[in-house]
């Protein structure tokens, strides 16, 4: 027992002092590399510059970095960090000094999306393609108070958005973040990896529609949409090989048509449900203009050029052009 003591005391001592070396040597030097070492992997991993204000150590194991950039080719600021905190591992340093930051805070980032007239996001070509499965990045970062600006030919937003990655799995990342907006929240966690592998859970009580209307209306044939998703539940998955969506949820949606003629007021409400590649519509409740219907349907994504389905559309009766008609059954398949 005595033997044993011993050698833990010399265990512990030994310990103590290749800390304080860590500390007083290793520390120092690499933070003295820092700057180059934030060069040469943005030049590494994205088409544009990284660059940083001030760089201030509190003679421990963490630095704090204040006023960094992301610009991409163009010169346009792609992403700004006004604080962000890094803790070192001294022993990860001596494997690899891209791998010595155990850990990152986030303090106020802002992530800057713009989309140009040809629908072409301003990130398309920030990030370079790599051959690699892993990043330099093994340990946990989190991001406090940071905003999401969406600008748009037809609309912008700002999201709020907190959250956590965990890199302790590398290639494969723990996600839990939440995304605000207008009171409202929507709730992301799961695992992912570098080329979008994973699963990831979406979730929300209540998400409002209505202010992204615009967008929408760019894309169909609709004016004045309003309306919400309550109950949202979401799985995502990606194998590599097939990518699948399963959950339910429930919407209220209305807008009016533009199908040619007067603009013709459509309303939809009732719950949808995924599983796999197939999407279910459970009695939802189908209005246009002075007709109502509840729709029942499956309609099945396996193969994207050929989507298939199959449903029931039930109404008392149909108004067109002021006549009406009885409509005790109609369905298709």
């Known amino acids: 027992m005595n033997k044993a003591w011993k050698i833990f005391i010399a265990v512990l001592a030994v310990t103590?002092?290749?800390?304080?070396?860590a500390v007083k040597f290793i520390a120092p030097q690499y933070l003295a590399q820092v700057p180059q070492l934030v060069k040469s992997l943005s030049q590494s991993y994205i088409n544009g510059t990284v660059t940083l204000e001030r760089l201030d150590w509190n003679g421990r194991l963490e630095f704090t970095a204040y006023g960094i950039a992301v610009t991409d080719t163009r010169g346009e600021l792609v992403a700004e960090v006004p604080e962000a905190k890094f803790g070192i591992s001294p022993l990860r340093a001596f494997v690899a000094p891209a791998r010595a930051l155990s850990d990152i805070t986030l303090v106020g980032p802002k992530l800057y999306l713009k989309m140009d007239e040809g629908d072409r996001w301003n990130m398309a070509d920030l990030l370079k393609p790599s051959d690699s499965d892993e990043t330099p990045f093994y340990g946990y970062m989190a991001l406090n108070d940071g905003t999401v600006s969406v600008a748009t030919p037809y609309g912008d937003w700002a999201f709020g958005v907190n959250a956590a990655v965990d890199g302790g799995a590398n290639p494969n990342f723990a996600v839990d973040g939440t995304v605000s907006y207008g009171g409202e929240e929507l709730k992301l966690m799961g695992v992912v990896d570098t080329k979008a592998h994973g699963r990831l859970n979406?979730?929300?009580?209540?998400?409002?529609?209505t202010d992204f209307a615009s967008f929408a209306e760019a894309y169909a044939p609709l004016q004045k949409l309003a309306g919400e998703v309550d109950e949202l539940d979401l799985i995502w998955e990606n194998d590599g090989e097939n990518t699948s969506l399963s959950g339910k949820g429930d919407i209220q949606l209305a807008a009016e048509a533009l199908l040619g003629g007067e603009p013709?007021?459509?309303?939809?409400?009732g719950g949808i449900e995924a599983s796999g590649r197939e999407v279910m519509l459970d009695a939802l409740e189908l209005t246009a203009g002075e007709n109502t219907a509840q729709l029942n349907c499956d309609i099945n994504f396996e193969n994207m050029e050929n989507i298939t389905g199959k449903g029931a559309l039930k109404a008392d009766k149909l108004t067109l052009a002021g006549q009406q008609f009885p409509l005790p059954l109609w369905k298709a398949a």
């Open 16 to 21: 103590a002092v290749l800390y304080a070396a």
């Open 264 to 269: 013709l007021p459509v309303a939809v409400k």
């Open 202 to 209: 979406l979730k929300t009580d209540k998400f409002t529609l």
